[in-house]
C-alpha cells in the first residue's frame, strides 16, 4: 500500500494571494480544451470557426464555475447557503459539483448557440470531446488536496490517509471520467455521426463511469448515503444522464438518415 504525501495544497503565495494546485488544475484543464477546440474546429461540419474558439471557451468558462458552485451550494451546502446567502461566495468552503458545472455549460452553449444561429444541441455535439480532460485534471486537483477520499480498502494501490488505507476514488474518476471519457469520445467523433450521438455518448458513460465509482467513494456530507447504505447523492443525479444518454444515441442513430455531421 501507499502512503499519501499530504501535498500543500498551495503552490505559492504573493502576499493575500494563494495560488492552488487546484485552481492550477482548471486553468490546465482550460487550455487543453482551447487547444482541442482549435484543433476540432477544423473539422468538416463544425459549427464554429478558429476565431470563435476563443469566445466558446469564454462561454464554458462562465458556464462551469458559475453553474459548478450553485450547483454545489443549493445540492450539497443548501445548510450553510440558508444561514450564510454569501456563502455561495465563499469559494475556498465547499467545492464544486459537477452536475452543477454540467448545467451550466449547457445553458452557456445554448445561449452562445442561439448568437451564433446554431442549436444547443449541435453545440454540445461539438464540445463533449473536449471536456473530459478537463474533468480528469480537476480529479487531479481533489487528489492534491486530500479530498473526496474512497472507502477502506485492501488494495495494494490504496493510500494510507489518517493510518486508514483508502481507495484512491479521485484517481479512478480523473482516468475514466477524465481520460478514458476523452479516448472514447474523440475517437468516436473523428468520423461523421449522427445529430445528438456525441452528446449522448457522453451523458451515458460519464453517468456509468460516476455510478460506478460512487460505491468505492465515500459520499458528500451532507448528505451522506441517502437510502440502503449504499445509495448516493452523485448515483441519484447520474441516473438521470444515464438514461438520457442512452435515448439520445437511439435517437440519433433512428434518425441518422437525416442530418449527420462531426461537430
Request: charged share 15%; net charge neutral; glycine share 12%.
Amino acid at each position: 500500500m501507499l502512503t499519501y504525501p499530504e501535498i500543500d495544497p498551495i503552490i505559492f503565495a504573493l502576499g493575500p494571494l494563494k495560488i492552488r494546485w487546484y485552481g492550477l488544475m482548471y486553468v490546465v484543464g482550460f487550455l487543453f480544451a482551447w487547444w482541442l477546440a482549435k484543433r476540432r474546429c477544423k473539422v468538416e461540419g463544425s459549427p464554429i470557426n478558429s476565431e470563435q474558439v476563443d469566445d466558446l471557451i469564454f462561454y464554458g468558462m462562465l458556464g462551469v464555475i458559475i453553474g459548478g458552485r450553485v450547483g454545489y451550494a443549493i445540492v450539497y451546502g443548501w445548510q450553510q447557503l440558508i444561514s450564510d446567502p454569501l456563502y455561495l461566495f465563499k469559494i475556498t468552503e465547499g467545492g464544486m459539483s459537477f452536475h452543477g458545472g454540467l448545467a451550466g455549460v449547457m445553458t452557456a452553449m445554448w445561449l452562445y448557440g442561439r448568437k451564433l444561429g446554431h442549436s444547443i444541441w449541435r453545440m454540445l455535439d461539438f464540445v463533449a470531446p473536449i471536456v473530459p480532460l478537463g474533468l480528469g485534471f480537476g480529479r487531479i486537483g481533489n487528489f492534491i488536496n486530500g479530498e473526496l477520499w474512497g472507502k477502506p480498502a485492501e488494495v495494494p494501490w490504496a493510500f494510507i490517509v489518517d493510518g486508514i488505507a483508502r481507495h484512491p476514488s479521485q484517481l479512478y474518476e480523473a482516468v475514466l471520467e477524465g481520460f478514458v471519457l476523452f479516448a472514447i469520445l474523440w475517437f468516436y467523433s473523428a468520423k461523421p455521426r449522427p445529430y445528438l450521438a456525441v452528446s449522448g455518448l457522453f451523458l451515458f458513460f460519464y453517468g456509468v463511469f460516476r455510478f460506478a465509482i460512487e460505491f468505492v467513494r465515500l459520499p458528500d456530507e451532507p448528505p451522506g448515503y441517502l437510502a440502503w447504505d449504499w445509495l448516493t447523492m452523485g448515483q441519484v443525479l447520474s441516473l438521470p444522464m444515464i438514461l438520457a444518454g442512452a435515448v439520445l444515441v437511439v435517437m440519433a442513430y433512428r434518425k441518422a438518415g437525416t442530418a449527420t455531421v462531426n461537430a
